[in-house]
């Protein structure tokens, strides 16, 4: 019989509560966990994103943006992203980034523990990070989440981050398949050099597709996650090259590639690039304007994330054709203005050996270092002055050469009022000092010998054949625009705002408020036809007159450009030769208020000053809206609105706007169909009759024909237009079109200051511009202008205005309204003539 005592009972009653007591609290300690678990889960994963499929990968990526003809001529973007499905991705490219950054990635569940361990074992015998602990589902994690939180609170070194990147790991792993996880990782990751993702990457680095690159470039591009910036090839040349080598050793460890193919990469020559700036590169300012009207259009995010594809109507040939004619006749009117002076002064030679060694060091970084190429600009700096035989010699980085009298005679004192040919310099000046650093352009003695102010002066040639001759050069201080409009469709083909985007980015084309001058003049002459039912043949009087200003207790004297005055002439007359009473007198016959009335129906916006100076383009206009006018004209007194984008269209294929030209030749044949329906809904407005619009159109073809504007003729089709010039040529223009498009040129000064030359009215400054621009963007021969049905022509005397009779010497044929043509035929030599309209002094 077995005793229990009391004290033992006790003690074991005591030992079964304490078990049940510590049963229970680890229950509720689980239980408590558990539900601390849970809300913490729940806490950390609200903001986490969510994959359920690879559907659901919608990153942020580039919107781009093309040109007529399919060029790409802009990117907007946060992140630049290309998109590339699994399969469209080499699978050496693949096996590059695994051996690289996971080669247990298709073992682990996410996390690979012995992978840490391994990476710390390497890292420790290297001294430093050779290895990543982290696999590619965790990378992807974690990049995924900095997109949504942005770099600083998405790389920040908290436990909350790592929790919800662990979080969003495991989600990868169970909701996506290996290729998929891999399809977001080489889209995601950043590579440096502005770039996210391979195919990005490829194009930003190489200028290829990732399909193109070789295995040395997959293996340099793979050693990029770990660290963009130590391993950059343009900061960190070396340490790039080690560690594409580590990559290319992997891959053979891996069995990813041969010894052969591992000894051909790493002797396989890589050449890089900076990541292109395309928006800056091919059409600036027509970019940057669709830019700001995309923004208007969707805001800013949409834009820049979520990859828009943007159809453009300007044409990059003919915008090029712009550049080329702005570069060569900008240079040209600003070297008619006088020399400014060297760019630098170096006193020292110390100083100058210093330059010479970083200017060849330049020269080299930028491939241009063998020699000196013909049409080049670069930095000479003066090292001796021969003025018996009239040539400078000067020092290129590592080159010699000689800058004859013979390039440099343009390089007189800065004057407005010299007229240029007068000023030419028949010795080379004392402002030239040795040490200078001027501007040259790199040229040959056989084109000094084509230019026939310069061969002349071409005194000596250096016996030393390896001594080039250079041009003196200077970057102008003038600025232009040209704007070029399809006139039936309004697309705007060609959009130049400046000399150079790089130099200022203010668009002058359409953001600039400048004096046209006389080529508002048409504004004015087309009211007295659509208001007065005045004629070509209408007169008025050329003659000296005053406008008293009592407010002011001024008097206005205006003049005509040569200060002679011709008596009675034609409005025919007084437009073609660009005179400036008799278009006052016609102003004062419409009438201020109806002729600013006119000229907003016409499309001027901005205010106008009302004065009798507004004949001659005293009120400031934009270029847009003056060039809306000349092409309402082109049109017969049609307006249609400039386009820039004809059609715009979302990542998934939908699309936002359509607003193309129904005839517009690169359009499909359903959208042709779609768009002649949008067209005869939304027909453009007639807003002058088109007998009054032809007739001015008429007027100004007589201008080019036979007035300012003979100049526009070496385009080899009919053209219409007006030249501009302001008091003192601060504003010099050109307004011109064809049947087919509508033109502007402008050149002058940002501000009124200093004056261009006297002498450098627009058809001398601006029709230069305009007329080398047209040539190449006239690609086809046109017709002359057609009358509309409603118009005559008439044979008239063009100093009176009235019927030519058969023996009229010099008449011409003009266009009429018909029932509106003259009556009376002019007098034979020695009648008198019936009574004439004309104004007479107030």
């Given at each position: 019989m077995n005793v229990v005592y009391e004290g033992e009972r006790e003690k074991g009653s005591l030992l079964r509560r304490a078990t049940r007591l510590l049963l229970f609290l680890v229950a509720v300690g689980g239980v408590g966990g558990l539900v601390v678990g849970v809300a913490a889960y729940s806490i950390f994963a609200a903001d986490v994103p969510n994959f359920e499929s690879i559907d659901d990968y919608r990153p942020k990526?580039?919107?781009?943006?093309?040109?007529?003809?399919?060029?790409?001529?802009?990117?907007?973007?946060?992140?630049?992203?290309?998109?590339?499905?699994?399969?469209?991705?080499?699978?050496?490219?693949?096996?590059?980034?695994?051996?690289?950054?996971?080669?247990?990635?298709?073992?682990?569940?996410?996390?690979?523990?012995?992978g840490i361990i391994r990476a710390a074992v390497a890292n420790m015998r290297a001294g430093r990070v050779v290895q990543g602990g982290s696999t590619i589902t965790q990378q992807v994690a974690k990049s995924l989440i900095i997109s949504v939180d942005g770099y600083k609170k998405g790389s920040a070194k908290k436990y909350s981050r790592k929790i919800r990147e662990a979080i969003l790991a495991s989600r990868l792993e169970k909701k996506l398949s290996k290729p998929e996880i891999l399809t977001l990782y080489l889209n995601q990751i950043f590579l440096g050099n502005?770039?996210?993702?391979?195919?990005?990457?490829?194009?930003?680095?190489f200028r290829k597709n990732v399909g193109d690159m070789n295995v040395a470039e997959m293996a340099l591009l793979a050693g990029l996650p770990q660290a963009p910036s130590r391993y950059s090839p343009f900061r960190h040349p070396k340490e790039a090259k080690d560690r594409r080598e580590y990559v290319l050793r992997r891959m053979l460890e891996e069995k990813f590639i041969t010894e052969a193919e591992l000894i051909e990469a790493k002797e396989t020559p890589?050449?890089?690039?900076?990541?292109?700036?395309?928006?800056?590169?091919?059409?600036?300012?027509?970019?940057?304007?669709?830019?700001?009207?995309?923004?208007?259009?969707?805001?800013?995010?949409?834009?820049?994330?979520?990859?828009?594809?943007?159809?453009?109507?300007?044409?990059?040939?003919?915008?090029?054709?712009?550049?080329?004619?702005?570069?060569?006749?900008?240079?040209?009117?600003?070297?008619?203005?006088?020399?400014?002076?060297?760019?630098?002064?170096?006193?020292?030679?110390?100083?100058?050996?210093?330059?010479?060694?970083?200017?060849?060091?330049?020269?080299?970084?930028?491939?241009?270092?063998?020699?000196?190429?013909?049409?080049?600009l670069y930095v000479g700096l003066i090292k001796k002055i021969d003025r018996t035989a009239n040539n400078i010699y000067l020092d290129i980085g590592p080159h010699q050469?000689?800058?004859?009298?013979?390039?440099?005679?343009?390089?007189?004192?800065?004057?407005?009022?010299?007229?240029?040919?007068?000023?030419?310099?028949?010795?080379?000046?004392?402002?030239?000092?040795?040490?200078?650093?001027?501007?040259?352009?790199?040229?040959?003695?056989?084109?000094?010998?084509?230019?026939?102010?310069a061969a002349a002066h071409l005194k000596s040639?250096?016996?030393?054949?390896?001594?080039?001759?250079?041009?003196?050069?200077?970057?102008?201080?003038?600025?232009?625009?040209?704007?070029?409009?399809?006139?039936?469709?309004?697309?705007?083909?060609?959009?130049?705002?400046?000399?150079?985007?790089?130099?200022?980015?203010?668009?002058?084309?359409?953001?600039?408020?400048?004096?046209?001058?006389?080529?508002?003049?048409?504004?004015?002459?087309?009211?007295?036809?659509?208001?007065?039912?005045?004629?070509?043949?209408?007169?008025?009087?050329?003659?000296?007159?005053?406008?008293?200003?009592?407010?002011?207790?001024?008097?206005?004297?205006?003049?005509?450009?040569d200060t002679k005055f011709m008596g009675e002439v034609t409005l025919r007359t007084a437009l073609q030769n660009s005179m400036n009473v008799p278009a006052i007198r016609?102003?004062?016959?419409?009438?201020?208020?109806?002729?600013?009335?006119?000229?907003?129906?016409?499309?001027?916006?901005?205010?106008?000053?009302?004065?009798?100076?507004?004949?001659?383009?005293?009120?400031?206009?934009?270029?847009?809206?003056?060039?809306?006018?000349?092409?309402?004209?082109?049109?017969?007194?049609?307006?249609?609105?400039?386009?820039?984008?004809?059609?715009v269209i979302d990542r998934d294929g939908k699309v936002l706007y359509d607003d193309g030209y129904h005839k517009d030749p690169w359009a499909g044949v359903g959208l042709k169909i779609e768009r002649s329906i949008q067209w005869s809904d939304e027909?453009?407005?007639?807003?002058?009759?088109?007998?009054?619009?032809?007739?001015?159109?008429?007027?100004?073809?007589?201008?080019?024909?036979?007035?300012?504007?003979?100049?526009?003729?070496k385009v080899g089709v009919p053209v219409a237009g007006k030249t501009g010039t302001t008091n003192d040529s601060f504003d010099a223009w050109f307004m011109g079109f064809t049947t087919d498009i509508t033109t502007a040129a402008w050149v002058g000064y940002d501000d009124y200051v200093i004056p261009m030359g006297r002498y450098e009215q627009g058809g001398r400054a601006a029709l230069p511009v305009w007329t080398d621009y047209m040539k190449v963007a006239i690609k086809k021969k046109t017709d002359e202008f057609d009358a509309p049905a409603g118009v005559v022509y008439v044979r008239i005397d063009p100093k009176t205005g009235m019927r030519a009779r058969e023996d009229t010497v010099g008449a011409v044929t003009e266009a009429f309204k018909e029932g509106n043509e003259p009556a009376d035929f002019v007098a034979k030599a020695g009648e008198a003539r019936p009574d004439q309209f004309f104004m007479q002094d107030n």
């Amino acid at each position: 019989m077995n005793v229990v005592y009391e004290g033992e009972r006790e003690k074991g009653s005591l030992l079964r509560r304490a078990t049940r007591l510590l049963l229970f609290l680890v229950a509720v300690g689980g239980v408590g966990g558990l539900v601390v678990g849970v809300a913490a889960y729940s806490i950390f994963a609200a903001d986490v994103p969510n994959f359920e499929s690879i559907d659901d990968y919608r990153p942020k990526t580039v919107s781009r943006v093309f040109g007529q003809e399919g060029q790409l001529i802009g990117e907007f973007y946060r992140e630049r992203r290309l998109f590339l499905p699994y399969d469209q991705i080499p699978p050496k490219l693949v096996q590059a980034f695994l051996a690289s950054e996971d080669d247990r990635f298709f073992e682990h569940q996410g996390i690979d523990y012995w992978g840490i361990i391994r990476a710390a074992v390497a890292n420790m015998r290297a001294g430093r990070v050779v290895q990543g602990g982290s696999t590619i589902t965790q990378q992807v994690a974690k990049s995924l989440i900095i997109s949504v939180d942005g770099y600083k609170k998405g790389s920040a070194k908290k436990y909350s981050r790592k929790i919800r990147e662990a979080i969003l790991a495991s989600r990868l792993e169970k909701k996506l398949s290996k290729p998929e996880i891999l399809t977001l990782y080489l889209n995601q990751i950043f590579l440096g050099n502005q770039a996210y993702g391979v195919q990005a990457a490829a194009q930003n680095y190489f200028r290829k597709n990732v399909g193109d690159m070789n295995v040395a470039e997959m293996a340099l591009l793979a050693g990029l996650p770990q660290a963009p910036s130590r391993y950059s090839p343009f900061r960190h040349p070396k340490e790039a090259k080690d560690r594409r080598e580590y990559v290319l050793r992997r891959m053979l460890e891996e069995k990813f590639i041969t010894e052969a193919e591992l000894i051909e990469a790493k002797e396989t020559p890589i050449e890089v690039f900076r990541a292109p700036d395309v928006s800056k590169e091919v059409t600036p300012y027509f970019t940057e304007h669709v830019r700001r009207q995309l923004f208007e259009m969707y805001g800013e995010d949409k834009v820049l994330d979520d990859g828009l594809t943007v159809y453009t109507t300007v044409d990059v040939e003919r915008y090029r054709a712009g550049e080329d004619a702005i570069y060569d006749n900008l240079r040209m009117v600003d070297k008619r203005q006088g020399y400014r002076g060297p760019v630098g002064q170096l006193k020292t030679e110390e100083e100058r050996k210093k330059f010479l060694k970083s200017y060849s060091d330049e020269l080299q970084a930028l491939g241009r270092y063998a020699a000196l190429k013909p049409g080049e600009l670069y930095v000479g700096l003066i090292k001796k002055i021969d003025r018996t035989a009239n040539n400078i010699y000067l020092d290129i980085g590592p080159h010699q050469a000689f800058l004859p009298l013979a390039t440099m005679r343009w390089a007189r004192e800065v004057d407005p009022n010299v007229w240029f040919e007068r000023g030419l310099l028949s010795a080379i000046p004392k402002t030239f000092k040795v040490g200078d650093l001027i501007l040259v352009r790199a040229t040959t003695v056989e084109d000094i010998k084509k230019d026939r102010f310069a061969a002349a002066h071409l005194k000596s040639i250096p016996d030393d054949p390896s001594m080039k001759a250079v041009a003196l050069e200077q970057e102008p201080n003038l600025e232009t625009a040209l704007l070029s409009v399809e006139s039936k469709s309004g697309y705007v083909l060609t959009m130049i705002g400046g000399y150079s985007f790089d130099r200022s980015e203010f668009n002058r084309a359409l953001q600039s408020c400048r004096q046209p001058g006389s080529s508002f003049k048409p504004i004015i002459y087309s009211a007295a036809i659509t208001l007065n039912n005045w004629t070509a043949s209408t007169t008025v009087l050329d003659a000296p007159v005053a406008f008293d200003d009592p407010e002011a207790q001024k008097r206005w004297k205006p003049n005509n450009f040569d200060t002679k005055f011709m008596g009675e002439v034609t409005l025919r007359t007084a437009l073609q030769n660009s005179m400036n009473v008799p278009a006052i007198r016609v102003l004062d016959g419409v009438g201020i208020g109806p002729a600013i009335q006119y000229a907003k129906r016409l499309g001027i916006t901005t205010e106008l000053r009302p004065e009798l100076g507004l004949a001659l383009g005293a009120s400031c206009v934009t270029m847009g809206e003056l060039t809306d006018v000349y092409q309402l004209f082109s049109n017969y007194g049609k307006r249609v609105g400039k386009r820039f984008i004809t059609r715009v269209i979302d990542r998934d294929g939908k699309v936002l706007y359509d607003d193309g030209y129904h005839k517009d030749p690169w359009a499909g044949v359903g959208l042709k169909i779609e768009r002649s329906i949008q067209w005869s809904d939304e027909r453009p407005t007639q807003v002058i009759d088109p007998q009054d619009g032809f007739l001015a159109v008429k007027l100004m073809r007589n201008v080019v024909l036979g007035g300012t504007g003979t100049g526009a003729q070496k385009v080899g089709v009919p053209v219409a237009g007006k030249t501009g010039t302001t008091n003192d040529s601060f504003d010099a223009w050109f307004m011109g079109f064809t049947t087919d498009i509508t033109t502007a040129a402008w050149v002058g000064y940002d501000d009124y200051v200093i004056p261009m030359g006297r002498y450098e009215q627009g058809g001398r400054a601006a029709l230069p511009v305009w007329t080398d621009y047209m040539k190449v963007a006239i690609k086809k021969k046109t017709d002359e202008f057609d009358a509309p049905a409603g118009v005559v022509y008439v044979r008239i005397d063009p100093k009176t205005g009235m019927r030519a009779r058969e023996d009229t010497v010099g008449a011409v044929t003009e266009a009429f309204k018909e029932g509106n043509e003259p009556a009376d035929f002019v007098a034979k030599a020695g009648e008198a003539r019936p009574d004439q309209f004309f104004m007479q002094d107030n």
